[in-house]
Nanobody, 115 residues
Framework: QVQLVESGGGLVQPGGSLLLSCAASGSIFRAIAMAWYRQAPGKQRELVAVIQNGVTTNYADAVKGRFTISRDNGKNTVYLQMNSLKPEDTAVYSC?????????WGQGTQVTVSS
């Protein structure tokens, strides 16, 4: 199995930036999908960004142009660069990786955007 551990969350002011990292205990280069989700209090979990088959990227409309998803196969790590952060970006961000028939989740990292 694969374990995923997120890091990089914290408190940031509006307009600031954060880099989230999702480190995998095993290889993820064959992953069907690598994604970041988020869930804010009182809201459903939503897909933020995804890499499909290691090539194609897609973003939620709310973050398009501000967030960038990427991966480093050598480090078995997925990243989410978050720029121009807004208070509405506040949520728990979780990493998801699909390898074959299995879907793996990290425990999440809290991102709080507030002045």
């Amino acid at each position: 199995q694969v374990q995923l551990v997120e890091s990089g969350g914290g408190l940031v002011q509006p307009g600031g930036s954060l880099l989230l990292s999702c480190a995998a205990s095993g290889s993820i280069f064959r992953a069907i999908a690598m994604a970041w989700y988020r869930q804010a209090p009182g809201k459903q979990r939503e897909l933020v960004a995804v890499i499909q088959n290691g090539v194609t990227t897609n973003y939620a409309d709310a973050v398009k142009g501000r967030f960038t998803i990427s991966r480093d196969n050598g480090k078995n790590t997925v990243y989410l660069q978050m720029n121009s952060l807004k208070p509405e970006d506040t949520a728990v961000y979780s990493c998801n990786v699909v390898i074959g028939r299995l879907s793996y989740w990290g425990q999440g990292t809290q991102v709080t955007v507030s002045s």
